[in-house]
């Protein structure tokens, strides 16, 4: 009785006439308000830091004292980062509540759990829409990674015989292969050599554009590279792009766990990234785009939560995001996703990228003089984010980065990092051993990189 008095009252509030036609959305409003925040409360975090300018310090202790995998004795020096970040303890604990409290799904059923997730999803949803500067919530589609993300764009696209898409030449396979799968379709792929250093070439993208003429439909690149960190002008180029008349891919993986994402300023058109590289749980992404795009992809995965009608005969596909969101999502992993965002949003990424490359600057400085030793891209660490790539002459990565692990507990990333278009045409086969950092790494944890490194260096090329 209490109950269905709260209904009529909720009713009233939002001038529903009983019986209204849209009992099911009362419904689900009457939910949402009154059980779904109890069911799963909204995660309060205390502000553990306060925005600070560019180039102050950042309380990396403070913030080093949410990740579990950071605490007590034997903490392994984690410099893997750019496969994928440590989880703090707020996405941990989300993604326990959600198998511990509510473990329904979203869209679908009306009973409280399935109401909590709903809301959870559209509230994470536009956190991450205002994470990357996007206006439309609905922009934004879940997807399991960056990967899935590009490969929704390449194959959901209506392509023509002759048309052109342009890449670079650092690019991951994420952002080439299914490219390339569409070979089999007449399209054509061209890509835009770097500078020797590995920075972007606007030069020779602007005339590879000019060259492609009107066949060119699509240019997608890496924003920053998984390879050496160096970030491309994307603002310059999606002018350029679009002045060509070409729709404008950014493949954000290494950019948005990093530095501030503004889609709006960047001038894109679609834009995608992974959660798990920017401390949310494995196996969500994300794949935003402009309406108008996003809604003329025919999904790649289509059945439950797609359609609008569907018969035997023929189907009606949804308005984004539900079109492109096919069967029950990753509903734990979205819900560790907005836990991410909040402590994320305690912070002025900024103030992260500055700490990525303290560290990198540590680590460049300390190893660059080492015999056969060669850092891929710029010089400057500054200008390659938290990312330090070693070639090294006549030493075996894998082995290099077995004992990296052995003799100081340093966990880097050794072969070719999926970047085997960068790598084959040099005629190495073996690839580089990458550290990459985040910025709760510390500036000792650095100086333990440089004196590992050293010593097997020396160790193994009989140098000590
Ligand atoms: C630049 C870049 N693009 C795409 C990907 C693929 O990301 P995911 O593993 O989330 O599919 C990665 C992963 O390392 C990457 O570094």
Avoid at 68 to 95: F, H, K, S, W
Wanted: aromatic share 6%; net charge negative; charged share 20%.
């Amino acid at each position: 009785m209490a109950k269905s008095m709260q209904l009529v009252e909720l009713m009233a509030v939002m001038e529903v006439e009983y019986p209204a036609k849209n009992a099911v959305f009362v419904a689900h409003a009457f939910h949402q308000e009154s059980y779904a925040k109890s069911v799963i409360p909204v995660p309060r975090f205390p502000v553990i830091s306060p925005m600070m300018k560019r180039g102050d310090s950042m309380d990396v202790s403070g913030f080093r004292s949410n990740f579990p995998t950071l605490q007590g004795d034997a903490v392994p020096i984690y410099l893997d980062n750019a496969c994928m970040t440590l989880r703090p303890q707020q996405v941990i604990e989300a993604v326990q509540q959600y198998y511990s409290k509510n473990p329904s799904c979203a869209g679908r059923s009306v009973h409280r759990w399935g109401m909590s997730v709903s809301q959870t999803v559209s509230r994470c949803r536009r956190k991450l829409a205002d994470f990357i500067g996007a206006k439309q919530a609905r922009e934004v589609i879940f997807t399991p990674n960056a990967t899935h993300s590009i490969n929704q764009v390449a194959a959901g696209m209506r392509w023509e015989k002759g048309d052109i898409v342009i890449i670079s030449d650092r690019e991951h396979n994420s952002n080439l292969v299914p490219w390339l799968q569409l070979k089999k379709q007449g399209v054509e792929l061209c890509t835009v050599a770097s500078h020797a250093d590995n920075t972007f070439d606007l030069e020779a993208y602007e005339s590879a554009c000019a060259d492609a003429g009107e066949n060119l439909r699509m240019v997608s690149l890496v924003h920053v590279g998984n390879l050496d960190g160096v970030e491309i002008p994307v603002a310059e180029a999606s002018k350029i792009a679009r002045d060509h008349g070409a729709i404008m891919h950014v493949d954000g993986a290494q950019s948005a766990p990093h530095i501030p994402i503004d889609v709006e300023a960047l001038g894109c058109d679609l834009f995608s990234f992974s959660i798990h590289k920017m401390l949310g749980p494995s196996g969500v992404g994300a794949l935003w785009g402009k309406e108008e795009i996003l809604s003329t992809l025919e999904p790649i995965c289509v059945g439950g939560g797609t359609v609008s009608s569907a018969s035997t005969a023929e189907y009606a596909l949804r308005e984004i995001p539900d079109r492109l969101e096919g069967g029950l999502g990753h509903y734990a992993g979205i819900c560790g996703t907005e836990a991410a965002l909040d402590l994320l949003a305690k912070y002025n990424m900024l103030d992260f990228a500055a700490q990525e490359v303290r560290i990198n600057d540590i680590i460049t400085n300390g190893i660059k003089d080492l015999p056969g030793v060669e850092i891929i891209g710029p010089e400057a660490a500054s200008k390659r984010g938290g990312i330090c790539s070693i070639l090294l002459d006549n030493l075996d990565i894998q082995n290099v980065g077995i004992l990296m692990d052995e003799v100081g507990s340093v966990f880097v990333r050794s072969g070719l990092h999926c970047v085997n278009q960068w790598f084959e045409p040099r005629g190495n086969s073996q690839g580089s051993l990458r550290a990459s950092a985040y910025a709760y790494n510390t500036e000792e944890e650095a100086r333990c990189f440089v004196d590992t490194f050293t010593e097997i260096i020396n160790g193994l090329s009989g140098e000590d």
